[in-house]
């Protein structure tokens, strides 16, 4: 199985400072269709999980401009340019390049 | 807009059998493949399987192969999970999510209990 790797487990960001969370894969999640199976999700207190960023960087339906994926390979990195408190909650990156599908741990975002 | 209402959940004993259903509405349900994910309390998230939109492939994480089996009736727009065998271990919230793009909306999940 693929191991995915985030860093750092927990965040605390005062409003208005920006945020990165990175993700590691064990193999890269470039397909030989070229596209990157790499995906990050935010699970806000009482709430299930909602796609944030899909293949890297584009960014789902409603999610703001603030939020954005890089990265290619075995190495991603979401960033949040100026957090906001509406932001807190869990973010979990996920590969789907190969089954079993696998999740990161989660990284902890909190307010300060 | 995307609405995804699963149910079925509810106490169990080792070794007992739950059936979980997800209500689809919203969208075209036959065009999109469909997972199940769970979450046990406290801890991340786990892919648990998918089903092709025709429901002619299906897959399985190895925790739940030879147990649960995927379904889906697309005159109903609803996506079925039969759990059988279940462990204790299985105790979590079940997902519904839908695909297109991958797991691009959530349903709020049903609460499995596996417990004596």
């Known amino acids: 199985d693929i191991v995915m790797t985030q860093t750092p487990l927990s965040l605390s960001v005062t409003p208005g400072q920006p945020a990165s969370i990175s993700c590691k894969s064990s193999q890269s999640l470039l397909h030989s269709s070229g596209k990157t199976s790499l995906y990050w999700f935010l699970q806000k207190p009482g709430q299930p999980p909602q796609l944030l960023i899909y293949e890297v960087s584009n960014r789902f339906s409603g999610v703001p401009d603030r939020f954005s994926g890089s990265g290619s390979g075995t190495d991603f990195t979401l960033k949040i340019s100026r957090v906001e408190a509406e932001d807190v909650g869990l973010y979990y990156c996920m590969q789907s390049i190969q089954l079993p599908r696998t999740f990161g741990q989660g990284t902890k975002v909190e307010i300060k | ?116």
């Open chain 2, 1 to 116: 807009e995307v609405q995804l209402l699963e149910s079925g959940g509810g106490l169990v004993q080792p070794g007992g059998s739950l059936r979980l259903s997800c209500e689809a509405s919203g969208f075209t349900f036959i065009t999109c493949d469909m997972s199940w994910v769970r979450q046990s309390p406290g801890k991340g998230l786990e892919w648990v399987s998918s089903i092709t939109g025709s429901g002619g492939s299906t897959y399985y994480a190895d925790s739940v192969k030879g147990r649960f089996t995927i379904s889906r009736d697309n005159s109903k727009s609803t996506l079925y999970l039969q759990m059988n065998s279940l462990r204790v271990e299985d105790t979590a919230v079940y997902y519904c999510v839908k695909h297109s793009p991958l797991f691009g909306n959530w349903g709020q999940g049903t609460l499995v209990t596996v417990s004596s």
